[in-house]
Every structure is written in structure tokens, then in C-alpha cells.
């Protein structure tokens, strides 16, 4: 049986995550199995209090760091269950929550899964897999130290998502563990929702109806709240909810067939538009771009001195100092012919907008593509390095980092809103990423505090804008305490007491997640609303910062658990 601790300075790390945010807890536990996930719930949900689940902590916005009551962490639930194969010949794997993104590309690319206790249809299908092409799970966040639970929590996305999508379209079923220790069993396609609700029956024979949000999501590139639309597939909702629905127990992902050739490409640029034009020429011309990135001037300003001035970063290819900007797509191909034509049709788009196919870096071998793996990873990894640098002088700063995306037609008005709004507030930034989904993170890199709260203001002002123009604002990191502010901005009170209300639906104590996606007080009126106020369990305030809302995305610091703040990046 699971022991549930007391919560020790031993067990410090648990009370923070990669946003730099810290939190608070009094007991911990470490489940391996999902009997024991359940006993410790069952024991928590009768005692009342939060419960924060954890896996590799590697989030951004905040949603594993605790507000009080319990931890469970799901790092130790690195087990692979099984496989099976289906009728059209697709594999499909089940595991744990805790296996690691990392761990898992090494065990499907070297043939190694682990099939300890598993039973003959699955080491049957095992064989099937080895004996024909090369399968991966094809989610590409650049922290590959995430681990498959944290990926669902948030959805999960990264350079890939643009030709493959999210981590969502990829999971073919869910075991949850809901907050009274009940076990909803979801397989896509069977249980599918009613209009705006949804019936769920649980494996002890309760039959759960559901009042889904009524909002419409925005089109484009989305990881903010609730999944919810006409008629969506069950497992659909779980996918995202930042752990404040049930607590994820097993996963199966539906792998794919590896690519026969990769190519990557960084097209150089000297100036903005014309890299944005080159964007939007080459998106619809491309049948086999599964990337397309994008560092800016900031970026690669950032990236020259790092290469000039730290030997770890020395093997850094030179970037001429007349390129203002860089696109790197990254092509998954059938074969060296179909990607030749994709790389001609990149040359095209090149000329059109004034530019030289001879300003390229083409990687054919793993060898190339290794080094423009460490060209896109370094940004981000420099910039923090920046700001740990400042922060020896102004511990009160941290980077601050947008997650925001809009519709196609939006691109050029979003970035113009970036440059014209830093140039009138006179802050240093840099940006890099998913430009294939418009949808970049622009990091303010404060030199003190008055450029650290100009930050967090503009980013407010971000939010009502991009709203305004139909985007979203997660696009992949999820909203957790850090985004809660915006959220409202983005959908309305309404619409976020409908995601309350539903939350309690499943969860009726409030317990699972607080402070993710809305505030602990509304969290608490809806209890009280179903429960009335005598059994309302009335936990606002336990933990830092308990409702804390004031809509920015930036990190606060680490001596509190912010819901106004973010730390950007390229992490799940």
C-alpha cells in the first residue's frame, strides 16, 4: 500500500516546477499503481483538502506546483502495459503517466520496450511491430524529460504539432481516477457527448451527466481550458484539463510509421516581412512540412554572442550578421525525390519574397540535423541563461514569455502588435518558434523591475488583443495558476463559471488542481452551489497566492505560487 508523508524540506523540489513558481504542501505520496492512486484519493477526498498531481514537472504555467494539502507524484508510474495492433495495422501502446517522453523514443527506436507482465496478445503484437517499419510517437515538445502524463494534462505540442498536431489527436484512450476514487474507462469513439453533454459511467456503476462549457473554441492552434464541442469525443476533455478532473492512471498512444527521410532546411532572411511573406507563400504549397519554426533578430543576436563568448556553445554554425531572421522547416518525406521537389518549392517561395535559396543550412544526415537540433534548442536555453545572469543583481525579474496564437490571416498583424508595442515600451526581446501555427513565443528579457512589470502590463494587453483577433492565448504550455487571468480574458466570466461548474461535476469537492484554469473563490462559490454551503469543504486561501488573478503571463518569482505570471520556453 502506498504511504502517504508528511511533507519535509527532503521533498523540496515537489513544491515548484520549470516555471520558477513555489508553492506549499503538507503530505506527499509516490503511487505505482492505480489501485494505489485510488487509496490515496479515497483517503483525501473523505479528509477534504487539494490534491496537486505531479509527473515530471517540466510545465510552464504552473499546474503542478501545490496550494496546500496533498502531492501525489506520478514520476515512479513508468510502466509499459501493453500493445496492440488494429485492423487497418496501427499500433497502439498503453503506459503509465510516468514514463518519460525521452525514455520512451529510446525504447521504440532501439526495439527495447520493457514487457514485464504482459500477456500474450500484446507480445504477439510486439513481434508484428518489430518485424516491420520503424514506429514513433510523433509529439515533439523540446523537453524531452516530460513525461507522458504532464503531456496529456496540458496537451501537449511542440515543433511537430504543425504536420502532426497536438498530443491530443494522438491518444486513443484514458483511464482516469476521479477525485472520490471512482475510474472512468475511455476508449475514442465510443463514448461521445450529446450536443453540450456528456454521460460518463464509471467502472463502480455511477452514472455521471455532464454540462459541457458552451463556448466556442478559437481556430487555431489551442491549449487554454476545457476541450469542449458539439457532440466531441470523451476523451477529448480529459486531454488539457491541467489535473483538475481526474487524475490520469494509463494512457494508450496510437503510434506512427516513421519517416523514410527527414531534410531540415533554415531559410535566412534579411528582414521581417519577408520572412513572414515567405511563411504564408509556403504553408499551402508544402505537402510534407512538419515543422516550421522561426528564431528572430533578438534570437539570433543572442545566439552570435553566445557562440563568441561560452565554449559550450562554440560548435554553433556562424549566422552572418546581415540576416535579420531565420525559418527552419523540417520535411518528412517518402523518399530523397519527393523531398528534393519539397526543397525546390522552398527555393521558389525564397525568390518570391526577395530572398536566395543560397541563404540556406540543408540537413540530409542525422549528423546536419543533430546541429540544427542544437541551433533551435540553444535559444531558449541562452536566454535563461541571460536572465539568471541578471537575476544576481534583481533576484525580483525573471524572463518573461508569451504562448499565444492566431488565425492564419492574423500573422502579420500579430507580430506588428509585438514590434510596435516593445518598441513604444522600450523593452529587449527575443522570439522564436512555432511560425507555421502563428504562434511565437516572445520573450521580454527585463534588466530590472520597472521593465519586468512594463512586461507583465504589455502582456495583458497582449491577451485582449489576440483575443480580439479570434486566437488563443495557450496555444501549448496550458494555462495552469500562471494563464488563469487570461483565460477570462479569452472566453468571459460566464464561460468560466461554466468550466467551474463543470469541473465540480466530476470533482465535487473542489479538490483536484485548485488554482488551475480559474481561481480558488469561484472554485469554492461552485462547490457551495452544488454542495450548499455547509458541506462547501471552504479551502480558499490554503497556499500562496490563493486567488490571485490579475491576467499577466510572466513569472512572479520564486516565493510564490503567482496566477499572473509565466516563464516561456519550449517545455511540456
Not at 503530505?27 to 485510488?38: A, K, L, M, Q, T
Not at 501545490?66 to 498503453?94: C, I, K, N, Q, T
Not at 494522438?170 to 450529446?194: I, T, Y
Request: hydrophobic fraction near 40%.
Amino acid at each position: 500500500m502506498v504511504q502517504v508523508r508528511p511533507f519535509t524540506s527532503e521533498y523540496e523540489e515537489y513544491v515548484r516546477d520549470e516555471s520558477r513558481s513555489v508553492g506549499e504542501a503538507e503530505s506527499i505520496s509516490f503511487p505505482v499503481s492505480e489501485d494505489e492512486i485510488r487509496a490515496v484519493l479515497r483517503e483525501a477526498f473523505v479528509a477534504g483538502g487539494p490534491v496537486t498531481v505531479q509527473g515530471a514537472r517540466t510545465g510552464l504555467a504552473a499546474g503542478a506546483v501545490p496550494h496546500g494539502g496533498h502531492v501525489m507524484s506520478l514520476a515512479r508510474m513508468d510502466g509499459y502495459l501493453g500493445l496492440r495492433r488494429d485492423e487497418d495495422g496501427r499500433f497502439y501502446l498503453r503506459v503509465q503517466p510516468g514514463v518519460v517522453l525521452a525514455s520512451l523514443r529510446k525504447a521504440l527506436a532501439n526495439k527495447a520496450i520493457p514487457t514485464a507482465g504482459w500477456d500474450k496478445e500484446s507480445l504477439a503484437a510486439l513481434e508484428e511491430l518489430y518485424a516491420g517499419p520503424e514506429q514513433f510517437f510523433p509529439t515533439d515538445p523540446t523537453e524531452t524529460s516530460a513525461c507522458i502524463g504532464g503531456m496529456v494534462a496540458c496537451n501537449a505540442s511542440g515543433a511537430r504539432s504543425y504536420g502532426y498536431g497536438p498530443v491530443r489527436p494522438h491518444v486513443s484512450a484514458l483511464r482516469v481516477v476521479l477525485a472520490d476514487g471512482d475510474v472512468v474507462a475511455l476508449r475514442r469513439g465510443e463514448v461521445r457527448a450529446s450536443g453540450r453533454t456528456l454521460t460518463l459511467v464509471t467502472e463502480g456503476g455511477r452514472e455521471i451527466t455532464l454540462d459541457l462549457p458552451t463556448y466556442e473554441m478559437p481556430k487555431t492552434k489551442n491549449a487554454s481550458g476545457y476541450f469542449v464541442r458539439d457532440d466531441m469525443d470523451a476523451v477529448d476533455l480529459f486531454v488539457g484539463s491541467d489535473g483538475t478532473l481526474g487524475v490520469v492512471s494509463e494512457v494508450e498512444l496510437a503510434l506512427t510509421p516513421a519517416p523514410a527521410v527527414v531534410w531540415g532546411v533554415s531559410c535566412f532572411f534579411e528582414n521581417e516581412t519577408a520572412a513572414l511573406d515567405f511563411t504564408c507563400a509556403v504553408r499551402p504549397r508544402l505537402s510534407r512540412a512538419k515543422a516550421i519554426e522561426y528564431f528572430d533578430d533578438g534570437a539570433l543576436s543572442i545566439l552570435r554572442s553566445q557562440r563568441e563568448n561560452s565554449v559550450a556553445f562554440a560548435s554553433l554554425p556562424p549566422v552572418e550578421e546581415r540576416f535579420a531572421c531565420c525559418v527552419y522547416v523540417e520535411l518528412d518525406c517518402n523518399d530523397e525525390t519527393e523531398a528534393a521537389s519539397e526543397l525546390y518549392t522552398i527555393g521558389d517561395a525564397m525568390a518570391e519574397v526577395g530572398a536566395s535559396e543560397i541563404d540556406t543550412w540543408v540537413a540530409r544526415t542525422d549528423v546536419d540535423r543533430e546541429c540544427q537540433r542544437f541551433f533551435r534548442h540553444a535559444v531558449p536555453e541562452s536566454v535563461n541563461m541571460l536572465i539568471d545572469e541578471r537575476r544576481r543583481t534583481d533576484p525580483s525579474i525573471t524572463k518573461l514569455g508569451s504562448d499565444m496564437s492566431v488565425p492564419d490571416e492574423r500573422l502579420h498583424d500579430v507580430v506588428s502588435l509585438y514590434r510596435r508595442t516593445l518598441a513604444e515600451a522600450g523593452l529587449e526581446s527575443a522570439a522564436w518558434g512555432h511560425i507555421g501555427d502563428n504562434h511565437l513565443h516572445v520573450n521580454v528579457l527585463p534588466r530590472d523591475s520597472r521593465d519586468f512589470a512594463a512586461g507583465k502590463k504589455l502582456f495583458a494587453g497582449w491577451a485582449a488583443e489576440v483575443t480580439r483577433m479570434g486566437g488563443a492565448v495557450s496555444a501549448e504550455h496550458g494555462v495552469g495558476k500562471i494563464k488563469r487571468g487570461f483565460l477570462e480574458t479569452m472566453y468571459g466570466p460566464v464561460h468560466i463559471r461554466e468550466m467551474a461548474r463543470l469541473k465540480c461535476q466530476l470533482d465535487p469537492k473542489g479538490q483536484l488542481g485548485r488554482g488551475n484554469l480559474f481561481g480558488e473563490e469561484l472554485l469554492d462559490e461552485m462547490v457551495a452551489e452544488r454542495l450548499g454551503a455547509r458541506d462547501a469543504g471552504g479551502w480558499a486561501g490554503t497556499g500562496a497566492g490563493a486567488d490571485a488573478a490579475s491576467g499577466t503571463d510572466a513569472t512572479a518569482g520564486a516565493n510564490a505560487v503567482p496566477a499572473d505570471a509565466e516563464k516561456s520556453g519550449e517545455r511540456a
